[in-house]
């Protein structure tokens, strides 16, 4: 099971005719987009994935890993991504809030376009945790990026072609 998590408005309500089939159901933009972030959850392997509209009012209450600079389909404007980890008022997991800061600064490296720098702390994490699909997304771009240089205006975002 996979989650997208958003926040914003919705429009919610039962959907229907009367003396037919009702639904009560939620549409909108915001739900729109957590449907495109439970389906990118996938890609990078994780279990929840919340977009920056959710993190920016609970940050202080979970751990969270930022894991991308996504643009989904059928969106212009790009949100950051993050994992939710756990939460902060149970025992917190040293060794993960660890790799979680060790992965950021590779993201950084990436973002600055420093890509050799940035695949070298991507496998020695993936050492660590050889599961972590976020990390095998990062090796490969990486090695890419290193291959086939992005354009000079590349702003670190990842264009997601699929929901």
């Known amino acids: 099971m996979r989650v997208g998590l958003n926040s914003g408005k919705v429009i919610a309500g039962n959907i229907g005719a ?3 089939k009702m639904e ?4 909108g933009d915001n739900v729109n987009l957590a449907a495109r ?15 920056q509209y959710t993190y920016e009012p609970v940050k202080e ?18 949100i950051r ?14 060794a993960l809030k660890g790799r979680t800061k060790r992965f950021e600064e590779g993201l950084v490296l990436y973002r ?7 695949r070298a ?3 020695e994490l993936m050492a660590l945790d050889h599961d972590d699909l976020a ?17 000079k205006d590349w702003d670190g975002v990842y264009v997601r072609t699929s929901k």
Do not use: H, M, W
């Not at 209450?61 to 989904?72: N, P, Q, S, T």
């Not at 990390?135 to 354009?151: A, E, G, M, S, W």
């Open 18 to 20: 009367v003396g037919k």
């Open 24 to 27: 009560y159901t939620v549409i």
């Open 37 to 51: 972030l439970e389906g990118t959850a996938k890609v990078y392997g994780v279990t929840i994935l919340a977009s």
């Open 61 to 78: 209450k979970f751990l969270f890993r930022e894991l991308d600079y996504i643009r989904v389909v059928g969106k212009t404007k790009p």
């Open 81 to 94: 991504v993050y994992e939710v980890l756990q939460a902060l008022d149970e025992p917190l997991d040293e």
């Open 112 to 118: 600055s376009r420093k890509f050799k720098d940035a």
């Open 121 to 123: 702390i991507f496998k």
């Open 135 to 151: 990390l095998q997304v990062y090796l490969d771009r990486c090695k890419n990026f290193i291959d086939t240089p992005p354009p």
